[in-house]
Structures are given as C-alpha cells and as structure tokens.
C-alpha cells in the first residue's frame, strides 16, 4: 500500500558551490592592503531545516518552502571580534543571464537606525552566532521573477567577515566543526 506524505519532498541539498578541498580566503587588513590566507576565521558548526540538522552535501526531506527555516550555525575561530558576516546562498535553480540567483543570511553588529557600532553584538573569539532566513519573501520573489516553483538546491557561495577593527576576510569554502 503506497503512503503520501503531501507536502514532504526528498532531494533537498545544501552545498559548498566551490569544491576545492584547500580552503583561501581573501585578507583585507584595516589599512586597506590585500593579501590571501589558507586560515578560516569562521567554521560552519550546524545547519538546519525544519528543525533538523542537516549535513553539507547530503540529501534530506523538507517541505516546499523548507528556505523559510534556515538556520546556520558559525562559530568565530579569529582571534579577533566581529562586526559583521554574510553568508552568501546560491540558487542554482533560480537562472538569470549570466549565472543565477542568489540570497543570503547576515548578522551585523551595527545598529540600523543609527550606524553605530554596539559593542555587546560583536562576534566574540569562540563565540557560536546563528544566523537565520529572513529574507524568504524576498527568496519567493526572485522564484516567481526566475519561474521556478521549487528551490530543491542551495549553495553556499560566499561567507565574508569584517572586524571590529576595520579588517575584512572572504572565502568561498569554510571548514565543517565536528
């Protein structure tokens, strides 16, 4: 006897869209000088959906709009304090001329009234930030505009840092905590 479970759909996956197993990142020092490193200052700690922990790179069940429930975990491995990160996601379904769509997950210690910088948000050394979706009617919109009624893959693109003291770091790859 076949069950239905309406709603439900496997072949979900979140992944890394750079495969490279050495991760670099783009250093930007507070004077404004660029430079490469092979050191992370974020690592991925747990993502979920639906309130489950899922893997990068492994398949899982979720429901249609399963983006609204995104949650990251990242844990700052600097031994700096961090204003704020973007965690840049990839749509590979959503295509647009050049490439496809995109969204992403922020964090930011800086007050949106006002600009200014609120010492008791910064991302301490050691300290775990989660990050959710709240940008999901924006992410339904971009499906309408690209015609996709379905988001199955997202990959993460892109995690850039910037720190209290005015350095920056990007990477395209970050590494997994166990």
């Known amino acids: 006897m076949p069950i239905f479970c309406y709603g439900q759909s496997s072949g979900r996956i979140i992944d890394f869209f750079a495969k490279a197993d050495n991760l670099a990142g783009i250093v930007k020092d507070k004077d404004g000088k660029t430079s490469f490193s092979k050191e992370s200052v974020l690592a991925l700690v747990e993502i979920k959906v639906e309130g489950k922990t899922v893997k990068p790179g ?45 969204s992403a997950l922020d964090y930011s210690s800086f007050d949106a009234n006002t600009g200014d910088q609120n010492g008791e948000k910064l991302v301490m050394p050691g300290e775990i930030i989660e990050l959710n979706q709240e940008r999901y009617e924006a992410i339904k919109f971009t499906m309408k505009q690209t015609g996709i009624s379905t988001i199955n893959q997202i990959n993460i693109v892109a995690a850039s840092v910037y720190f209290k003291d005015g350095s920056y770091w990007s990477s395209n790859r970050l590494p997994v905590s166990q």
């Open 58 to 102: 492994e398949y899982f069940d979720a429901a249609d709009d399963w983006l609204k429930t995104l949650t990251v975990k990242l844990k700052n491995i600097s031994g700096k304090p961090i204003s704020r990160i973007t965690l840049t996601l990839g749509i590979p379904e959503a295509k647009r001329k050049g490439g496809f769509a995109s």
